[in-house]
């Protein structure tokens, strides 16, 4: 998106990427990133899976157990109030996601969110809900922002380790690994392997959140 365009966008949605920039920067602050709780004796996972359409925005959580068989389920249709703007997609997508979590009776002990944790110049996705919910997060992303390098394993940021890289079936594209708050780089990593059921390359919990949106999208004649 080019400069004129992005100023067109602030002044039609009322924005102050500025003024976002530093409320981003100054909620990271209050990251934690170490292991809150002894995450071997997680009891429940969650995921939650975004689907948009045209204006509307479809949040699908769900909540699993150790064996992966949902425990609860819930959706949050809502209409989008926030363009998309790179580096700011919590403030586009993150009001449906609470609303959606807020459905929810049976909180999970972990939550994996698609996006980045701490491998974000400013405050990802999964951190950023982190700090609205108080749940231990880790970020699952496809890609990496400018400025975000990888040293073998590594995520580097700053020339601090961010996060890892992990392949989760031959052939398949890498997936960045990086906590949201309240766990570890190793933790999440580790949650991560233990949580993929193969052919799927994403962990099981993501992609039970994936199939419920499919689900509800179509239940909903979305297109």
């Known amino acids: 998106m080019d400069n004129e365009k992005l100023k067109e966008l602030c002044e039609?949605?009322?924005?102050?990427?500025?003024?976002?920039?530093k409320e981003q920067l100054e909620l990271a602050k209050g990251l934690e990133i170490k292991d809150s709780l002894d995450f071997s004796l997680v009891e429940r996972y969650g995921a939650?899976?975004?689907?948009?359409?045209?204006?509307?925005?479809?949040?699908?959580?769900?909540?699993?157990?150790?064996?992966?068989?949902?425990?609860?389920?819930?959706?949050?249709?809502?209409?989008l109030r926030f363009p998309y703007i790179f580096g700011f997609k919590a403030y586009r997508e993150l009001p449906a996601m609470s609303s959606v979590f807020n459905k929810i009776k049976e909180?999970?002990?972990?939550?994996?969110?698609?996006?980045?944790?701490?491998?974000?110049?400013?405050l990802g996705m999964a951190s950023h809900f982190?700090?609205?919910?108080?749940?231990?997060?880790?970020?699952?992303a496809d890609d990496l922002f400018d400025g975000v390098e990888v040293k073998k394993e590594d995520?580097?940021?700053?020339?601090?380790?961010?996060?890892?890289?992990?392949?989760?079936?031959?052939?398949?594209?890498?997936?960045?690994?990086?906590?949201?708050n309240k766990i570890s780089i190793d933790t999440s990593l580790k949650l991560v392997k233990d949580t993929i059921v193969l052919p799927h390359k994403m962990p099981e919990p993501l992609h039970l959140a994936r199939k419920y949106a499919k689900d509800i999208k179509k239940e909903l004649n979305l297109d």
């Open 12 to 21: 039609k949605y009322n924005i102050n990427l500025e003024k976002l920039k």
């Open 48 to 79: 939650i899976e975004n689907l948009i359409i045209k204006n509307k925005i479809i949040s699908a959580m769900i909540v699993c157990d150790k064996d992966f068989e949902i425990v609860e389920e819930a959706y949050f249709l809502d209409t």
């Open 107 to 122: 909180k999970p002990d972990v939550i994996f969110i698609k996006g980045n944790g701490i491998a974000n110049p400013r």
């Open 130 to 140: 982190s700090l609205v919910t108080g749940i231990p997060s880790i970020g699952i």
């Open 155 to 180: 995520i580097i940021l700053d020339k601090n380790k961010v996060g890892k890289i992990f392949i989760s079936r031959p052939g398949s594209k890498p997936m960045y690994v990086s906590p949201g």
